[in-house]
């Protein structure tokens, strides 16, 4: 089972505006990371940000953790076509690598 | 290109057969990974190698195994397939298996049970 939720699940915009999507998970984490796929093709790691640590950058992209309420949104700014893919968060726990995926977020930058 | 490669891209076949989908890691990495991406279920971990050895288990089915080879490589066998085992199979690779290590994706095999 998946081991949370992303929101919104489908995201329309401008060129140039702001996207935000957040993601909710349900156990303790040992980091949370994003990763953007494109149309039915391989993951690709964005951003990585750990337990400790409240926010992070990355070029465009600005992540932020809250593990009091288990959430962690992804902002891209200045958001371009190719920006256009599914974006999923993604948790490990304390023991191993393996990685439980949030539902994804569909977006969508329109020209 | 992540550098993870995975055979075939595309597979079509019939319910009850058996199939064999394959991944080279990237040079160097030890730990490969496979997830399977479905419509109703998501992106769901399977299981994971770390140089030759099981390392965890996700919802992986009894029909379904896994190796890891001496170089590395790493096979996933799907057996009395059935319908709702369509789905998109990811390998992943990483160096180690330490929390927090960037694990990179191949293209996938799409997996079409008919």
């Known amino acids: 089972s998946q081991q949370g939720e992303e929101d919104p699940q489908a995201l329309s915009i401008q060129e140039g505006e702001n996207a935000t999507m957040n993601c909710s998970y349900k156990t303790s984490i040992n980091n949370l990371q994003w990763y953007r796929q494109n149309s039915g093709r391989g993951l690709v790691h964005l951003i990585l940000?750990?337990?400790?640590?409240r926010e992070k950058h990355s070029g465009r992209l600005r992540v932020t953790l809250d593990t009091s309420k288990k959430s962690s949104s992804l902002l891209i700014t200045a958001s371009r076509a190719a920006d256009t893919a599914s974006y999923f968060c993604?948790?490990?726990?304390?023991?191993?690598?393996?990685?439980?995926f949030g539902g994804g977020t569909r977006v969508l930058v329109k020209p | 290109d992540s550098g993870v490669t995975q055979t075939p891209k595309h597979l079509i076949t019939a319910t009850g057969q058996r199939v064999t989908l394959r991944c080279s890691p990237r040079s160097g990495d030890l730990s490969v990974y496979w997830y399977q991406q479905s419509l109703d279920q998501g992106l769901q971990f399977l299981i994971q190698?770390?140089?030759?050895?099981?390392?965890a288990k996700g919802n992986i089915l009894e029909r379904f195994s896994a190796q890891q080879f001496p170089d590395l490589h790493s096979e996933l066998n799907l057996s009395s397939l059935e319908l709702g085992d369509s789905a998109l199979y990811f390998c992943?690779?990483?160096?180690?298996?330490?929390?927090?290590?960037?694990?990179?994706f191949g293209p996938g095999t799409r997996l079409l049970v008919l």
């Open positions: 993604a948790t490990d726990k304390a023991a191993g690598n393996k990685l439980t």
């Open positions: 940000i750990r337990s400790n640590e």
């Open positions: 190698y770390y140089n030759g050895e099981e390392r």
């Open positions: 992943a690779s990483s160096v180690g298996d330490r929390p927090g290590e960037t694990q990179y």
